[in-house]
């Protein structure tokens, strides 16, 4: 789900079906970037956040929300998010008093809570109830939230959740305040981890493990008043938060109202038109095409329209295992003949994105600009074809999968792949079919993908390990290059276990280039996210990282 | 009485096949619901475990068997500590709601009933007053304009009419909510008001078919043997208009069952339109999320509405048509243009 659909990653981080997001908006004359916001709004008001999501689930285990989308209102966690429009997001403490400290080999965390924190119904959030939130993400009908946790405490691996009496030990809650964690290897980024939804408390006697999707004890600035899937959800204010304890959240309106199952293209209309019902509004949706080229002509929405910096990779996966692609030279051949011109136009031109030649996103520590295969977006046909014929290869024939809103973008890489005597088929799927047929397939099914990714928490971690450690070929994960080459997997892993960040950052920079070399993916676009308010929103600020707005922080004026 | 119970066992019969259907093409289709539910990353294990606490790791047969039974006794998910229960009659259990198919289905269907009621009133009314009309003035204006209208509504999709219907009422001219659903309990005004928009874009999508029905018969109608007796009997044109639409009584009361039945099964792309949290909505968002128990949920009451609304218009003939209630057998005129039994 790129554009016109969602990054793989984020595709429930704002709300799961989103129709038709489109060529996105840069900053021209109709609409702003990245930030809004009229210098801040005040407190109080009620805010209506317009989705076209059926349901929301308010289960931290069971949650993939980004730190600063819905269930962030909610729920705090040892971590959190500090986004801005012109600086990279910072890691900053949440529940805890700072972002964790880790031991010398970087095997143990540990983590304290601030005193006199208290859950909505006015119970201490202690460390046994961040331990026992963690605890139930390991349960087995409690699955679908984000594991990154699960394969990096010890003894995960065998645990089943508290559900039975049973506890993980790797998980030490000392006291009411500190939180040990154990992990079965270094690793330098737990402090981002830790802002996962699954860190979020959660009281022991929460009832039955399935109804806390719908009755969560809140810890942040709101509490669940009232939820109808398919039709609302109404956030009122948690008493018991205390904001001098929140650096990552504002709690500025005094209710937030989703409106579920809306239509995006009706509901961006109601914004453009700034209807009094739809004043105090934003759309979580991307603005759909038609009314995103509506909204940039229309100069009663100006900085209404907000969009984002460049986000997500987009990206033309080569499968490394199939018969056509092995020979590196081959794939190198093909990074020459896209026509990455092409495919922005396909997208929408300018406005759709930044050109793409290196794989870490923008508004990541250890991202590195660089271009292994030339400066020209639209490709290099001749040095194409002497790959080729280097490569002793002629009247190669490619399978393309898609989904189906990737027509033309996919179009675009058949007409750039052609010039050098390359045929391309184009196979188009529904999203359902994609997913079994290319992350969980078994890979001889196509040859070429077109996919994007946005990853989870902003650490290069996030953003290469999924896309290509080799442990993520299949089963529903994102290596669909089906790239295996045990000396990248030994360097993302050395990174990873990196606890000093500038280190890590450099070698990650490293791995980046050792992969592109490689050449298992064609990096295109990094594409950028247009989002619309209403004029009585303030302080609607998408970050460098991720392209979507920090729900944290919006006030109404 | 016979021929009833044959009904009613022809219509169960059918039931079971759709169920049948239903569970074979969705198991035959590359779709994992397990996939979502596996978390990320995603180990084989993981996803192992997902499939079997579902019950999608079992022939699909099986899982039908489970379906049927479920309906009357209820099921239990998982095995061991870890238990997700739904009481009978349970149609299956969403582990993306949380929730038995069931309940999602309760909640979701007065929204339906109340888009369907409406509807099918607007719809029938309207197009058999206009089919009436310009079957009396065939080929004048008004004739033309009916067919016209029906031309454009017939071939119009959905999603045009209803987004036009949002702009230009409820936008542009600020008379109409421009979605939204408000419950008929807390207020009949507003519950009214929003469905108003809804009603009447189904109803000029769907009316077009009435008026073109009543047209055509009634034509046939005011020129058989006993409209032209009547006529010369120096009966009323009015009255001869009676008779005539008395006769067209059985198709229109078939075609209204089952667009009753439709509609109740949830108006997908209205729906989503006007954010109305109905049976369609559900399924559209069960779709795009390979939630296959809300799928076979919606599409088994789907079925039985349109069946049990069929076998309502199949019992009901005899009484319209007492010819029929002592053989069974139909009429050989003038219902002619019955488009289904």
Same mark, same amino acid.
């Given at each position: ?20 997001? *489109? ?94 924190? /208290? ?31 699960? $394969?990096? /405490? ?36 737990? *402090? ?76 961006? !209309? ?7 019902? @739809?004043?105090? @509004? ?30 997500? /990779? ?6 490394? !295992? ?42 990541? @520590? ?9 400066? +020209? ?13 280097? +490569?002793? $290869?002629?009247? &190669? ?10 027509? +033309?973008? +996919? ?28 992350? @969980? ?22 953003? &290469? ?33 990196? $606890? ?58 | ?100 198919? %069931? ?13 369907? =009621? ?148 949830? %108006?997908? =792309? ?18 795009? %999320?390979?939630?296959?128990?809300? =799928? ?46």
């Amino acid at each position: 789900m790129t554009s016109p659909r969602l990054p793989r990653r984020g595709l429930l981080a704002a709300g799961p079906v989103v129709l038709g997001l *489109g060529a996105l908006a840069a900053c021209t004359d109709g609409g702003s970037s990245s930030g809004s916001s009229d210098a801040g709004g005040s407190t109080g008001g009620a805010l209506t956040i317009f989705t076209s999501s059926e349901e929301l689930s308010f289960d931290p285990a069971t949650s993939q929300n980004l730190a600063i989308t819905t269930l962030g209102l909610l729920a705090r966690r040892l971590t959190a998010w500090k986004t801005s429009a012109d600086a990279p997001t910072e890691l900053i403490p949440d529940l805890a008093t700072d972002t964790g400290t880790p031991s010398d080999d970087g095997r143990t965390w540990t983590f304290t809570l601030q005193d006199g924190l /208290l859950f909505e119904d006015g119970t201490p959030i202690t460390a046994a109830t961040v331990k026992y939130g963690l605890e139930r993400s390991f349960a087995k009908e409690l699955t679908g939230g984000l594991t990154y946790h699960k $394969v990096l /405490l010890e003894g995960g691996e065998d645990y089943e959740g508290p559900f039975s009496g049973k506890h993980l030990d790797s998980i030490e809650a000392k006291d009411e305040t500190t939180l040990v964690f154990h992990l079965n290897r270094p690793y330098g980024d737990f *402090g981002w981890i830790a802002s996962t939804p699954a860190f979020a408390p959660v009281p022991e006697d929460s009832g039955e493990p399935e109804s806390y999707a719908t009755k969560p004890v809140a810890s942040g600035p709101y509490r669940l008043e009232s939820y109808t899937a398919g039709s609302s959800a109404t956030f009122a204010r948690n008493e018991k938060w205390d904001a001098s304890t929140d650096q990552a959240r504002t709690g500025g309106p005094d209710t937030i109202e989703y409106s579920l199952a809306q239509d995006p293209s009706v509901v961006a !209309q109601t914004l453009i038109a700034d209807r009094s019902d @739809a004043q105090d @509004a934003f759309l979580a949706s991307f603005v759909p095409t038609a009314q995103l080229v509506q909204a940039q002509n229309d100069p009663k929405v100006g900085d209404r329209l907000v969009t984002s910096g460049p986000g997500a /990779l987009e990206y033309l996966a080569l499968n490394t !295992q199939s018969e056509a692609l092995k020979d590196v030279k081959v794939r190198t051949a093909i990074q020459y003949a896209v026509d990455k011109e092409a495919y922005r136009t396909a997208k929408g031109g300018e406005i759709s994105g930044d050109y793409a030649t290196t794989l870490i996103t923008p508004g990541i @520590a250890g991202r590195e600009e660089y271009s292994l295969y030339g400066d +020209a977006p639209a490709g290099d046909v001749e040095k194409a074809k002497s790959l080729l014929a280097e +490569a002793g $290869v002629k009247d &190669l024939s490619l399978r393309l999968v898609i989904t189906e809103e990737d027509t +033309a973008a +996919a179009e675009s890489i058949q007409q750039g792949l052609a010039r050098v005597g390359i045929t391309v088929q184009i196979q188009p799927l529904d999203e359902n079919a994609w997913t079994s047929e290319v992350p @969980a397939g078994d890979g001889t099914g196509y040859d070429l993908v077109l996919s994007s990714w946005q990853p989870d928490v902003p650490s290069p971690n996030a953003n &290469l390990t999924p896309l290509f450690d080799s442990s993520q070929i299949g089963d529903g994960n994102y290596n669909l290059a089906r790239y295996a080459n045990p000396e990248v997997d030994k360097a993302m892993l050395d990174a990873s276990s990196t $606890v000093d960040a500038d280190e890590a950052a450099a070698k990650w920079a490293a791995v980046d280039k050792q992969i592109l070399q490689d050449s298992p993916v064609v990096p295109l676009i990094y594409s950028k996210n247009s989002f619309l308010h209403g004029s009585g929103v303030k302080d609607f600020v998408i970050g460098e990282f991720p392209a979507y707005p920090n729900y944290l922080t919006v006030t109404l004026g | 009485m016979i021929p009833a119970l044959q009904r009613v066992a022809r219509s169960l019969g059918v039931l079971l096949v759709v169920l049948a259907l239903t569970y074979a093409i969705f198991y035959m289709a590359p779709i994992d619901p397990a996939l979502r539910m596996c978390g990320k990353p995603c180990s084989p294990t993981d996803l192992e475990a997902a499939r079997g606490f579902m019950g999608f790791d079992r022939p699909w047969w099986a899982q039908l068997g489970s379906f049927l039974a479920a309906i009357v006794v209820g099921r239990t998910y998982g095995s061991g500590d870890v238990l997700v229960h739904c009481a009978a009659p349970c149609l299956g259990y969403s582990f993306q709601y949380h929730q038995d198919v %069931t309940t999602l289905i309760g909640q979701r269907f007065p929204v339906t009933l109340s888009v369907a =009621i409406g509807a099918v009133a607007l719809q029938s009314v309207l197009g058999i007053a206009a089919g009436a009309l310009a079957a009396r003035r065939q080929g004048g204006i008004i004739d033309r304009v009916v067919a016209g209208i029906s031309v454009i509504a017939a071939s119009a999709p959905a999603f045009v009419v209803g987004l036009l219907a949002v702009v230009v009422v409820a936008l542009r001219l600020d008379l109409l909510p421009s979605g939204g659903y408000e419950s008929f309990v807390d207020g009949p005004g507003q519950w009214a008001r929003h469905l108003i928009l809804p009603w009447a874009t189904l109803a000029f999508l769907n009316g077009a078919v009435y008026a073109r029905l009543v047209r055509s018969s009634m034509i046939e109608q005011l020129g058989l043997d006993y409209a032209r007796t009547a006529r010369a009997a120096g009966l009323s044109e009015r009255r001869i208009d009676r008779y005539a639409l008395r006769n067209l009584a059985l198709p229109l009361t078939t075609l209204v069952a089952l667009d009753i039945g439709a509609l109740l099964g949830g %108006t997908v =792309i209205t729906e989503r339109i006007f954010g109305l949290p109905g049976l369609g909505a559900l399924l559209l968002d069960a779709t795009s %999320t390979a939630d296959l128990p809300v =799928i076979v949920g919606t599409t088994f009451l789907g079925s039985l509405l349109i069946v049990l609304a069929n076998l309502a218009a199949d019992l009901a003939r005899p009484l319209l048509d007492r010819r029929l209630a002592v053989g069974g057998r139909r009429p050989a005129t003038p219902t002619t243009q019955e488009t289904s039994s």
